[in-house]
């Protein structure tokens, strides 16, 4: 009970710092080294589940789109990662 809620609070803290409205403003900055690894710092430190799967397969989308160039993708597939854990 204690890791989930831990983990919850962890997600809600990486949405509120780096939220969809963030990325978009940033326009591809918000896809970067950095943001990708507190992201997964972040799914790491969830419950085992479904939500974290899901997450753990956005992080890796993340990552291909970053190392292939494309920002806008990568932007896309880290807001996913930290909106999963909220929605399930």
């Known amino acids: 009970m204690t ?5 919850a ?4 803290v990486a ?6 409205a963030q ?3 940033m326009h591809g900055a918000g896809c970067s080294g950095a943001n990708l690894e507190k992201t997964e710092t972040a799914v790491e430190a969830m ?8 997450a753990q397969k956005q992080v890796a989308a ?3 789109a970053l190392l292939a160039g494309r920002m ?6 880290l807001t996913k990662a930290m909106h999963v854990g909220m929605m399930k």
């Open 3 to 7: 890791t989930k809620l831990l983990g």
């Open 23 to 25: 990325a978009a403003r």
């Open 47 to 54: 419950a085992d589940g479904d939500a974290r799967w899901e």
């Open 62 to 64: 993340a990552q291909d």
């Open 15 to 20: 949405i509120f710092a780096f939220g969809p």
């Open 9 to 12: 609070a962890l997600v809600t």
């Open 72 to 77: 806008g993708a990568c932007s896309m597939h």
